[in-house]
C-alpha cells in the first residue's frame, strides 16, 4: 500500500490552527469532511479520542499518527496536518508534536490499516524527510514531497 493511495492533495493542513490535541484531530478531520471522505465529523472526533485514552498516538521526534476505525467509511482514508509550534500531543518523548497524519479505516481492516501505520512510520524514521515537511512552504509541496518519498521507498 502507498500513502498516496489514501491521502489526496486536499487532504493536507499546511500549518494548524490548533494549540492543543483535540483541535489538531478536528482539524485532520474537517478537511476530509470537507473533501467528502468522510461525512460523521463527530462520530470520527470520538473514536479517535477513545483511541488516544488508550495511549498517545505521538511516536516521538515530532510525529502523531492518530487512529482509528469507522464503520461507515469503505477504505481507509488519511489526512496530514503540520505545526510548526508544535503541539502538546502527550508523546512518548514529552516533545511537541509537529507532524501528524491521521489514518482512518473501515471496522473489518485490520490488516490494511497496520500495513498503513508500518508504512508511515517507516517514511517518518527518516529525518531528512521530516526535515522537509517542516521546510515546505506550501500545501502543494507537502503534497509532492510525501508522493516522492512514497514513490522512492
Known amino acids: ?4 493511495d489514501i491521502l489526496d492533495k486536499t ?9 492543543d490535541k483535540k483541535r489538531a484531530l478536528e482539524e485532520l478531520i474537517s ?6 471522505r468522510l461525512d460523521d465529523k463527530e462520530n470520527a472526533l470520538q473514536v479517535l479520542l477513545e483511541r488516544e ?6 511516536i516521538g521526534d515530532g510525529i502523531a499518527i492518530p487512529h482509528g476505525k469507522l464503520k461507515e467509511i469503505k477504505g481507509i482514508i488519511c489526512s496530514f496536518g503540520r505545526s510548526r509550534e508544535g503541539i502538546d500531543f ?4 514529552e516533545k511537541p508534536t509537529h507532524l501528524f497524519f491521521l489514518l ?6 485490520a490488516g490494511e ?9 517507516r517514511l517518518l524514521k527518516d529525518s531528512q524527510f521530516r526535515k522537509r515537511l517542516m521546510e515546505a512552504n506550501s500545501k502543494e509541496e507537502i ?4 508522493v516522492e518519498e512514497d514513490e522512492n521507498y
Open 1 to 4: 500500500m502507498k500513502i498516496i
Open 11 to 19: 487532504s493536507v493542513v499546511e500549518d494548524f490552527v490548533s494549540r
Open 31 to 36: 478537511v476530509l469532511v470537507e473533501n467528502g
Open 53 to 58: 485514552k488508550l495511549g498517545s498516538t505521538g
Open 90 to 93: 502527550q508523546s512518548i518523548d
Open 104 to 109: 482512518l479505516a473501515p471496522e473489518d481492516s
Open 113 to 121: 490499516h497496520l500495513e498503513a501505520l508500518a508504512r508511515l512510520s
Open 143 to 146: 503534497y509532492r514531497i510525501i
